[in-house]
């Protein structure tokens, strides 16, 4: 567990922090591995290069950005962008089907629980626009207060919108949330709100982050609290 910034606020600035917004994909729940599957069959199909580790690079875009980088500059017509665009979540879909409350990421169910009794709100913001869906898939939605993604707003992550959009609608402000993020777009949007975030997983997308964490496994609340809550957002 690593901490990257220490600028800490003296006990009277402090005010504890009141809400959790969780990134949905690779923080909640392991859909990379089914986005890698669905974009590698989707690249072999049209004989474009594709593996794994460029997936990696494809953390937290949208999915019409994830297309954008893995033609690589090549130029299409639009007619055949939203074909494979379309394609691309056929596949994902069916992945999606599969879906249920055992594709949980480790930790995570106990920690929603431990929010709630803390009396804490949270959110999903995503990138995707299969958000709802997945939510609903995992048995979650009673746990979560407000579900939004990028196309609630006008600017995709890396801009800060979809966190703030967040916190106004839980009627919070930024430098009352956490943000959990996997992907360094994320991290970089949840910097932009002057929120306060954790990054987990590999440091080299969340080196950005407040606090690196591998995972939500044995997590709590009063961790991330007696963490964050006396670092300036
Ligand atoms: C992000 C994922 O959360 O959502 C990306 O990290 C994905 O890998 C993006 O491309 C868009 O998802 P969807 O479900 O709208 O295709
Ligand atoms: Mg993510």
Redesign the pocket.
Known sequence: MTRSRSDALSPVDCRPLRGVIF????VLTD??EF?YQT?QRLADEEGIPFNRHA?EA??????R??LLRLLQGRVLPESKLQEL?DR??RY?RSFIETMTADSLLPGVRPFLDDLREAGIKTAVA??????YV?IEKLGIAPDIDIIT?VYDVDRPKPAPDVFLYAAQQLGLGPEDCVVFE??ES?VEAARAAQMRVVGLGDAAQVGAADWILPGLEGIRWHHVQGTLGAIAP
């Not at 990134?23 to 690779?26: A, E, V």
């Not at 494809?58 to 999915?63: A, E, K, P």
């Not at 995503?126 to 958000?131: F, P």
């Open positions: 990134d949905m994909d690779g859909t990379i986005h974009w997936n494809l953390r937290g875009l949208s999915r950005d994830s665009l691309k979540n994902f995503s990138a995707s626009q299969n958000v997945v993604n996997d992907a994320g």
